[in-house]
Every structure is written in C-alpha cells, then in structure tokens.
C-alpha cells in the first residue's frame, strides 16, 4: 500500500484532527479543500494557515459552479442558518445535496492521479442523525465502489466515524493539537456565533472535555 494519502480537509476541527492523525501516522498528505460556496468559506482561510505551517501540499479547489445544480441548503443558499443542536429537525436544512459523494469523488480521482491508496475523511457519529452522506453505511458503500472505480483500489478511510466530536477533540488534545486555526460555524462572521449546531457541537466537546475553546464567540 502506498503512504500517500489524501486528506479531505475542509478547515473544521474534525478534519484538523484528521490531517494530525494521518501526519501522526506517518503518512506522506495531499491535503485536499472545496470552495462549494459555503458561507463559512473562512475555513479555508484556516486550512491555508495550517498547511502553510505544517509544509503539506495543498489545493483549494473551486466547485462553486455546482451549486447551479445544487438548491436548498442554508449552507450556500440566501436561507437563514438554523440556531439548535444537531438533533433538531431544522438543521437539516444545512444538508447540501449529496455534497460529500462529490467531494470523495474529486479526492479519490485526485488520489489515483498522484498514486495515494487512502483519502482520509472526517465523517463521526455526530453527524449521522442529519447528514445521510456521514452514515456508516454510505461510507461503507463509496468505499466498495472506488475499490473498483478505478484500475488502482483507493481506500475512504473514516478514523472517526463511530465516535462522537467530543471523543475526536480527546485524541486531538493526546495530540497536543492547538485548535485556534480551526473555524466551525456555520456563518462567516468575524466571531463564531456560539447558536448554531455547529458551534454548540464544538463547545459541548471543549466542556466534555474540560478545555477551553480557543475561538472568540458572538455569545454562549
């Protein structure tokens, strides 16, 4: 198996604790971001920052232009970013329609074209209730088909896919791993607004864990 890896890495602190964990694994990363116009594209200004700090090869690619085929999502969409927890029914309107079966597309193209076996992704437990594309079976089920999608197998390697955020922010801080650089909410505000699922997922894994988040709130 080849050590290069693709690393899905979208700014967020999930895909963060990703790109540390393939690092810590000795991988050799492509580390790889989508502009699907989503209005906290301020995660790429994080993904930058860190790959740029760290030495990782890096592409921000644009796929905006899907969103002419794409409709409903309050993520890209002129619609009202829902306040609540994840569980709430409203927050299904932050679902962008089948965005991450593209997303793993793109990054296991990229992955045959520079010879990596694995892409890394950061789907976990937390987001099987609203996100079909996060469940394991939807994981389960690309990675039968990019086995045979190409001549040259590529695993979806998921590490954190049956546990929780609170459990990956756990490994993250074993890691020593500063969370400043990381931007989870769902507006792109200058602060996180500390109201939408997004946010109160984050601050519920820092409290679980008895650490501070290093972001500055709107409110909390």
């Not at 695993?155 to 500063?178: A, H, R």
Request: net charge negative.
């Amino acid at each position: 198996m080849s050590n290069k890896v693709v690393v899905i890495y979208s700014g967020g602190m999930d895909s963060f604790t990703v790109l540390n964990r393939a690092l810590k694994d000795g991988k050799q990363i492509y580390a790889l971001s989508f502009d699907y116009g989503q209005r906290h594209v301020k995660e790429l200004d994080c993904a930058r920052t860190v790959c740029n700090h760290l030495g990782i090869e890096h592409k921000v690619i644009d796929i905006s232009a899907i969103n002419q085929l794409l409709a409903g999502s309050s993520l890209t969409d002129d619609i009202d970013i829902p306040e609540g927890h994840y569980e709430a029914d409203n927050m299904k309107s932050t679902v962008v329609p089948n965005r991450n079966m593209i997303l793993l597309s793109l990054a296991v193209g990229y992955a045959v074209s520079v010879g990596a076996s694995q892409v890394y992704y950061g789907a976990h437990s937390g987001d099987h209730a609203i996100y079909p594309d996060c469940r394991p079976e939807f994981v389960l089920k690309m990675n039968e088909v990019c086995q045979i999608a190409n001549y040259e197998p590529v695993e979806i390697f998921s590490p954190y896919l049956n546990v929780s955020k609170t459990d990956i922010l756990t490994d993250g801080l074993k890691m020593g791993l500063d969370y400043s650089d990381t931007w989870t909410c769902y507006n792109g505000r200058e602060k996180a607004c500390g109201k939408c699922g997004a946010c109160q997922e984050r601050l519920e894994a820092f409290s679980d864990n008895n650490a501070v988040d290093p972001l500055a709130y709107e409110a909390q």
